[in-house]
């Protein structure tokens, strides 16, 4: 079994500076955990063009199980990637490059965006991280 986690997760809480990650493994001793330390693939911008450059590639599939809300869920998998919406200036201009978090369907996008990110880096997938994203400016 393998644990894709969100890039973020090795940093310490500023209370405990116990990281997510070392609460992972001791949940799961047995498990492999994936996880950037690239700065570069922490940022949202980067994780999306990730995504872009594989779905545009017919790169990633999302079983047809995802296609539907089970009993607990507050939306499907890929309902809420048809969910995804980015802020806009009321005559459609848009105002940012990072999608709008609602705390329902940005859930599973972002889960989505940990394990290709994790699984494929960009050195595997093919596509060039931004300069200015490496910089980190």
């Given amino acids: 079994v393998t644990i894709t986690c969100d890039p973020a997760g090795d940093s310490g809480n500023t209370h405990t500076y116990e990281t997510d990650i070392s609460k992972v493994r001791a949940a799961f001793p047995n498990t492999t955990l994936l996880y950037t330390r690239d700065h570069a693939l922490t940022r949202i911008e980067s994780g999306i063009s990730i995504m ?13 199980d995802l296609q539907f809300r ?15 919406h980015y802020p806009q ?6 105002i940012s490059n990072q999608p709008e978090k609602d705390g329902i369907n940005d859930h599973p996008v972002d889960a989505a965006r940990y394990y290709v990110i994790n699984k494929y880096p960009p050195m595997l997938s093919g596509i ?4 200015h994203f490496r910089r980190g400016t």
């Fill in 70 to 84: 089970r009993q607990g869920e507050y939306v499907s998998v890929v309902g809420a990637f048809q969910s995804i």
């Fill in 52 to 64: 872009d450059n594989r779905i545009s590639r017919n790169l990633l599939y999302f079983s047809k």
């Fill in 89 to 94: 200036t009321k005559d459609g201009k848009a």
């Fill in 128 to 131: 060039v991280i931004p300069e």
